[in-house]
């Protein structure tokens, strides 16, 4: 059974840094592609990050520069490094897991559907 379990979210200040982890069992790091998106309330589900089994990144246009998604094979940990955190970045933030696929992922993915694995969400909250 596949469980991805988010943690690391909370309150910062506008210009502040946190980091996301994701820590998951039941799926090898290796194989699918894994990201994160994140849904404000009242907005549409964001794709902000994803990361391919190669190791390749992708990033949303408005967290380019200022995020960064990686992975720790070892400990079946999955990161995503927030920095100059901006009021609009406020949401909940979700790590993702698909299964194996033979082409590359991109954020844009999560715009149009749910990832195939989920976690329960972690609060980011940025104040201005």
């Known amino acids: 059974q596949v469980q991805l379990v988010e943690s690391g979210g909370g309150s910062v200040q506008a210009g502040g840094s946190l980091r996301l982890s994701c820590a998951s069992s039941?799926?090898?790091?290796?194989?699918?592609?894994m990201g994160w998106f994140r849904q404000a309330p009242g907005k549409e589900r964001e794709g902000v990050a994803t990361i391919d089994s190669d190791g390749s990144t992708n990033y949303a246009d408005f967290v380019k520069g200022r995020f960064t998604i990686s992975k720790d094979v070892q400990k079946n940990t999955l990161y995503l490094q927030m920095n100059s955190l901006k009021h609009d970045d406020t949401a909940l933030y979700y790590c993702?897991?698909?299964?194996?696929?033979?082409?590359?992922?991109?954020?844009?993915?999560?715009?149009?559907?749910?990832?195939?694995?989920w976690g329960q969400g972690t609060q980011v909250t940025v104040s201005s």
């Open positions: 993702a897991a698909n299964r194996p696929m033979p082409f590359p992922c991109y954020p844009s993915d999560y715009d149009r559907s749910l990832p195939n694995y």
């Open positions: 039941g799926i090898t790091y290796n194989g699918g592609c």
